[in-house]
């Protein structure tokens, strides 16, 4: 979706401020605002990708204005109701309509094995990768309304696949219909001036992890 | 110096106050979870507590130093950064594929995530509040040089930059230069002068006055 989120290339947004000795949270809540969402992850209700897409769908004014533990709560509580583990009224009232005992809650005893196991968004399917590196590739100009790896800064453009990262789920359906349509992913190089005109640096680039649904060969 | 002129007036009274906004908003919410006996509030402890002494940048530092010292393992670091990594113990969630990006005197690799705030997670912790702000996304992929200049480095025009947008589940580290002035120091010394920032590319390593020798 062309939403905020997505931001490469804006202009407008200011400095870079870089906070000296930063803590790692600013406050107790946003603490637990992190351990909350890794904790409803145990669920499996939805993955990472889902993730990501509910808070791409916060509103644009919202989404700007928000802190990004802020939007983490947001994003949080919009994956609770859409897939049914808490109720618009729980939300409301904040008092429980029903209680679960569900195996799936993450445990104190769990928590190291959990945050160490890795979450496959690399697959064993063998697909034919559509591209070798040094292939010249032009990305498609689409403007999906759901969730896409692709961001506009790169669409349209023409760029070369420097690395076969191997088969990935594509985030793009992953998304949206859970669909994990297993492709080879990329890192596809694009000239700076390529993607930002002849005012950029003739010597810089920028990578883009790229997908074969993403691609057609020039 | 007077109370109404403490620059962190605001935030030593936070205690004091009532809950509001989104500290009231999440207390809500997890309440709501634990009565619903979705969330266990003693796993929550945990979890942060690893997130604030378990994980950071010292660990990506320790696996830089290694790269300097060891020949071998900076080749293997280089091939399959996940499996070298590894090697170290640091792996899992939000590091589950890794590549490792060699600066040298021509190159230099800059890492953003423009779309959302992908971040190496077991070698550099949780990322810093720049990283993820929107200034930073916006403009590290239109003008590197520009965001690097801010923050102290003056890349010469002869040098390329390459800038990474972790757009799918592969994170980045960069592999700094190592700076002169270091020969004979142990892997130990080595990983004490590797910051967070030249790990993400924006910075390069220094020796700090005190340990020139």
């Known amino acids: 979706m062309n939403g905020v989120h997505d931001m490469g290339g804006m202009h407008g947004m200011g400095p870079v ?17 992190h351990a909350l969402n890794i904790a409803c992850s145990s669920h499996r209700k939805w993955n990472i990708d889902m993730g990501r897409h509910s808070r791409e769908r916060i509103p644009p004014a919202e989404y700007l204005a928000a802190t990004y ?61 559509k591209f070798r590196p040094g292939d010249r590739v032009l990305t498609h100009n689409d403007h999906p309304i759901g ?3 692709l961001p506009r800064y790169a669409r349209g453009r023409r760029g070369t696949v420097e690395r076969d990262h191997g088969v990935f789920i594509f985030p793009d359906t992953h998304a949206m219909t859970r669909d994990r349509k297993p492709q080879h992913c990329y890192s596809v190089r694009f000239a700076a001036r390529e993607l930002w005109g ?6 810089d680039s920028v990578y883009v992890d790229l997908w074969d649904d993403h691609l057609d060969p020039v | 110096m007077s109370d109404h002129d403490h620059p962190h007036h605001e935030e030593e009274h936070e205690h004091d106050r009532p809950l509001s906004g989104p500290a009231l908003r999440a207390k809500a919410l997890e309440s709501l979870l634990v009565e619903k006996g979705l969330v266990d509030p003693k796993a929550l402890d945990e979890l942060i507590d690893t997130y604030e002494t378990k994980v950071g940048p010292r ?8 790269a300097w010292v060891d020949p071998a393992y900076r080749k293997r670091l280089l091939a399959d950064a996940t499996t070298a990594i590894a090697e170290f113990g640091f792996i899992g969630r939000q590091g589950e594929d890794m590549v490792v990006l060699e600066n040298t005197p021509k190159v230099r690799n800059v890492v953003v995530c423009t779309l959302c ?36 480095e003056d890349v010469p025009s002869g040098v ?15 592999l700094p230069e190592r700076p002169a002035g270091t020969e004979g120091w142990s892997e130990d010394e080595l990983a004490e002068i590797v910051t967070r920032d030249a790990m993400i590319g924006v910075a390069q390593v220094k020796v700090p006055e005190r340990s020139k020798r």
Do not use: Q
Not at chain 1, 17 to 24: D, F, G, R, W
């Open chain 2, 59 to 66: 660990n990506g530092a320790r696996i830089v130093a290694r």
């Open chain 1, 147 to 149: 969730h896409t790896r």
């Open chain 2, 160 to 174: 390329e930059v390459r800038v990474w947008d972790s757009t799918a589940e592969l994170r980045y580290l960069v």
């Open chain 1, 17 to 33: 401020e870089v906070e000296k000795n930063e803590p790692v949270f600013h406050s107790d809540w946003e603490a637990r605002v």
């Open chain 1, 69 to 129: 533990y802020e939007k983490w709560l947001r994003g949080l509580e919009m994956l609770l109701l859409e897939n049914g583990l808490v109720t618009a009224k729980e939300l409301e009232t904040g008092r429980a309509e029903s209680k679960t005992s569900e195996a799936s809650v993450l445990r104190p005893s769990e928590v190291t094995a959990y945050l160490r196991v890795r979450r496959l968004a690399r697959l064993d399917d063998e697909v034919a990768p």
């Open chain 2, 117 to 152: 705030s992908c971040y190496p997670w077991p070698v550099l912790g949780l990322p810093p509040v720049w990283y993820k702000s929107a200034p930073y996304r916006a403009r590290a992929v239109i003008d590197p040089r520009g965001v690097l200049k801010e923050l102290g």
């Open chain 1, 198 to 203: 002849p005012g950029a640096s003739a010597r």
